[in-house]
């Protein structure tokens, strides 16, 4: 292993945690005035589960997703993700991480305009080292999953809101990522598409056993989810087990 690499971190196994948040604390400045938006948050996310952060606009839920994926350092506390400490990497280090090991799935889709389904799905293969062939073979096995394989030659503006984030959903999905993080990934989706996205996210916990965690307002999302956290003023007032998790023990 290069030295600018962090060591490859191990699919933890059993009930282990594949997330652990201790003390995470984070402020920003607003003006002259600095806002706590985190206060000495601790949480631990399970592995093969689908866990909804919920709570009012403005409660730190965003934040807290954005901190567990790496893509946000907080003011003071811990991370570790799948027994790699991410406050001890360094930026390329963490950046790699990020790419072998975590898939995202964004409220406005992210795609790009000028590629095809198929296309959007095979380019981060291609970073993390897959040939053509084999990029191609897993994009067109996610976009399967999806329910997309017949459109996989269409770019996004010829797909509807619903199919857009599907297929990035199957972008993310198509890494193989232990860690798949969403943030409001129904918000623009009417009721239909809505409950199928919601399907989806909580199959690949399920099937993959991956850890999907997911930030959102969507009352639906909450009999799919098998953990709900209820956030309030930068900490977890409620954490609480919901008939989904009841049913599949």
């Known amino acids: 292993m290069r030295a600018n ?4 971190p191990h699919r933890p196994q059993g009930s282990a945690p594949s997330l652990v948040a201790e003390s995470l604390s984070k402020s920003f400045l607003s003006g002259n005035v600095r806002e706590r938006i985190l206060r000495d948050l601790s949480v631990s996310i399970m592995l093969g589960e689908l866990t909804l952060i919920s709570g009012p606009s403005g409660c730190g839920k965003s ?3 954005a901190i567990l994926s790496g ?3 907080p003011d003071s506390g811990t991370v570790r993700a799948l027994g790699q400490d991410l406050d001890s990497l360094q930026p390329r280090e963490l950046e790699r991480f990020r790419l072998m090991h975590t898939g995202f799935v964004f409220q406005g889709f992210n795609l790009f305009p000028a590629l095809t389904a198929l296309e959007q799905v095979m380019l981060p293969l291609r970073y993390i080292g897959l040939n053509a062939d084999r990029a191609k073979e897993r994009a067109w096995s996610a976009l399967e999953e999806v329910g997309m394989e017949g459109r996989a030659g269409l770019r996004p503006a010829g797909l509807s809101g ?12 198509a890494k193989e990522p232990e860690l798949l993080f969403a943030d409001e990934p129904t918000s623009a989706l009417d009721a239909k598409n809505g409950m199928k996205v919601i ?8 099937r993959h056993g991956a850890t999907v965690l997911c930030v959102s307002h969507d009352p639906r999302l909450i009999s799919h989810a098998d953990r709900v956290l209820t956030m309030e003023d930068g900490r977890i007032l409620d954490d609480r087990r919901t008939e989904a998790e009841a049913a599949a023990i």
């Open 199 to 206: 399907d989806i996210l909580h199959r690949i916990a399920r």
């Open 63 to 65: 934040t807290l997703l």
């Open 71 to 73: 893509m946000l350092r």
């Open 162 to 173: 619903g199919e857009q984030q599907r297929v990035a959903i199957a972008r993310a999905l």
């Open 5 to 8: 690499e962090p060591r490859t």
